[in-house]
Structure formats: C-alpha cells, structure tokens
C-alpha cells in the first residue's frame, strides 16, 4: 500500500486536497486501510492463542447463550452436527426438586465423584427379577452395540444429613461396581439409552434432571426427582448446545417442565475417547455391566 501515501504527499505538497486526483488517491487508500484491518481482524478471530482458543462449538467453551441467539451449524471433524436442533419440554408432575439443582448431589454426579476399582471389563450375570422395559445401554451409540469396557468406578454416596444441602460420604460398596467407561470415538454421536415404555404424548422415553457442558442426568419418568423410576448418568459428553440452553431456561423458571428427548434423538456428542455412565432404580446406584437388565441380547 506505500504508493497509495507517496502520491497523496504529493499532492498535498503540490495542490493540496481540493483537486480531484488527490481526493481520489485520498479514498483510494481509506478503502485499502480498511480492508486490511477487517482481514486482519478476521485471521485474528480464526486463529487459536492463549486469549482466543479454538472452540468446539458455535459459542466460546463455557458460553451460555441468551435469549435471541442464532445456533449456527457447527461440523465437528468427525462429520458430526450438533446444532441447530429443535428439542421440546414436556410438563412435571409432582413437587419440584427441594435443593438448587447444579448443588444437588443425587442430580449432579460431579458432586459425588467417584473412585477407581477393579473387576472383570466385561458383562456379568446377576441373578433376580428381568424387567424387559429397563433402559438399554446400547442405544447410546448409532447402530446399537455392546462396547469395550474400559474401567471401572465406585461412586460415593451423598449424606443429607451432614449439612442442608449434604455432603460427600464413603465409596459406595454394594453393587462393587457403580460407574462404567466405555471406549468411544472423538465426537461420535450419543443418545439416550432407549426404553420402550413412553412417559408423555409425542412418544417422549426420558427428561433432562440435570445438564451442563460436560455431562447429563435422565430419568425415565415426569417427575422431578432420582427418587422414582430409572435415572441414567452420562459423563463426558459434550451436551448439545440447544438442549443445554433449554434445560437452563426451564431451570431458571422454575422447572415445571424440563427437556424430554425420544429413542435414538442426539444429546450430544463424545468429548473424548470414553464416556462414563452410572444408572439407578429409585435413588440406588446398580452395576452398569448386568447383562440381563442393561443389557439385553448381548
């Protein structure tokens, strides 16, 4: 851009800016001068640093959207399209949840944490009662299989009596297995595990109790408790952008409706190269790898 300065300096040395050719060299370099701080501007924004990481989403890592935004498609480099998707809500029956959900240690499992242990990475035969409308494990993944197991987790137990809100207790013991990592690939897309008993017209299988970026709480029922009915946890998932932003508007408003998704409907998408999940039959944590309950057909 040098020549554009050079003939402007000269015209104001020889005739000033009220001739015709130096106002044309004059806009002539305006023009170049912004287009290059939009260009440099745009590599800017499209080059990860320190202070402007690479993003796996339509909106910065922790962005949550307001009211009026635009979900733009987003393809991952798996091929894999989380946004924009259309979710729903489906009313609550009963009483509301009686603590603050993202500090409610039976809805979100970071609370509870959980511990490594050992066992057999495998499905293993329980003896007691089938029930055939169980949630399938399976249907996590797109076509529903039975995938490698990669370790295994003891998850704690939450005492309500330590504190108003609770607290943390002891790993949990019986069953010796409570929380299961399965291998999965980078991005690929999940689902809730399917059920054959709908809970609400429109042929909805589960409701979101909690979500946040990295992990999911369902249960299989209308009511806003872990308390009734089979309740899934699925962590390490990143939870699409558009259901994430509905669970926390119903949240916020009170939660006498939550998100509810159908058999083989995407939640998300594999942060990494496991997911972890715990499942439970009114409030008590059961082995994940039982082949008659989670796991029928395998």
């Given at each position: 851009?040098?020549?554009?300065?050079?003939?402007?300096?000269?015209?104001?040395?020889?005739?000033?800016?009220?001739?015709?050719?130096?106002?044309?060299?004059?806009?002539?370099?305006?023009?170049?001068?912004?287009?290059?701080?939009?260009?440099?501007?745009?590599y800017a924004q499209s080059t990860p640093d320190a202070?402007?990481?690479?993003?796996?989403?339509?909106?910065?890592?922790?962005?949550?959207?307001?009211?009026?935004?635009?979900?733009?498609?987003?393809?991952?480099?798996?091929?894999?399209?989380?946004?924009?998707?259309?979710?729903?809500?489906?009313?609550?029956?009963?009483?509301?949840?009686?603590?603050?959900?993202?500090?409610?240690?039976?809805?979100?499992?970071?609370?509870?944490?959980?511990?490594?242990?050992?066992?057999?990475?495998?499905?293993?035969?329980?003896?007691?009662?089938?029930?055939?409308?169980?949630?399938?494990?399976?249907?996590?993944?797109?076509?529903?299989?039975?995938?490698?197991?990669?370790?295994?987790?003891?998850?704690?137990?939450?005492?309500w009596a330590c504190s108003a809100d609770g607290c943390?207790?002891?790993?949990?013991?019986?069953?010796?297995?409570?929380?299961?990592?399965?291998?999965?690939?980078?991005?690929?897309?999940?689902?809730?595990?399917?059920?054959?008993?709908?809970?609400?017209?429109?042929?909805?299988?589960?409701?979101?109790?909690?979500?946040?970026?990295?992990?999911?709480?369902?249960?299989?029922?209308?009511?806003?408790?872990?308390?009734?009915?089979?309740?899934?946890?699925?962590?390490?998932?990143?939870?699409?952008?558009?259901?994430?932003?509905?669970?926390?508007?119903?949240n916020a408003a009170g939660r006498t409706k939550l998100?509810?998704?159908?058999?083989?409907?995407?939640?998300?998408?594999?942060?990494?190269?496991?997911?972890?999940?715990?499942?439970?039959?009114?409030?008590?944590?059961?082995?994940?790898?039982?082949?008659?309950?989670?796991?029928?057909?395998?």
């Amino acid at each position: 851009m040098s020549p554009a300065p050079t003939k402007i300096n000269k015209c104001m040395v020889n005739h000033g800016w009220r001739t015709g050719r130096c106002l044309t060299y004059g806009l002539l370099f305006i023009s170049l001068l912004g287009l290059s701080v939009i260009a440099q501007h745009a590599y800017a924004q499209s080059t990860p640093d320190a202070t402007n990481p690479a993003a796996n989403g339509t909106l910065p890592p922790g962005t949550i959207p307001g009211p009026g935004v635009l979900y733009l498609p987003l393809v991952r480099t798996t091929g894999v399209v989380t946004s924009p998707v259309t979710f729903n809500a489906i009313p609550i029956s009963g009483p509301r949840i009686d603590h603050a959900a993202a500090i409610n240690g039976d809805l979100n499992l970071s609370l509870r944490s959980y511990i490594s242990t050992t066992g057999v990475l495998s499905l293993v035969n329980i003896n007691g009662p089938v029930d055939a409308n169980a949630p399938q494990l399976a249907g996590l993944f797109n076509p529903p299989h039975l995938p490698v197991f990669t370790s295994l987790y003891r998850v704690y137990d939450w005492n309500w009596a330590c504190s108003a809100d609770g607290c943390r207790g002891a790993p949990l013991t019986e069953p010796p297995v409570t929380l299961l990592a399965m291998a999965v690939t980078p991005g690929e897309a999940l689902h809730i595990p399917t059920r054959g008993q709908a809970i609400f017209s429109g042929d909805y299988k589960a409701v979101v109790l909690y979500a946040e970026a990295q992990r999911i709480t369902l249960v299989y029922t209308r009511q806003d408790t872990p308390a009734v009915g089979y309740v899934v946890h699925i962590e390490d998932v990143v939870v699409d952008h558009a259901l994430l932003e509905l669970y926390n508007q119903l949240n916020a408003a009170g939660r006498t409706k939550l998100p509810a998704l159908h058999n083989g409907e995407t939640l998300g998408v594999a942060a990494g190269t496991t997911i972890k999940v715990a499942i439970r039959d009114t409030g008590s944590f059961l082995d994940p790898r039982s082949r008659k309950d989670w796991w029928i057909g395998y």
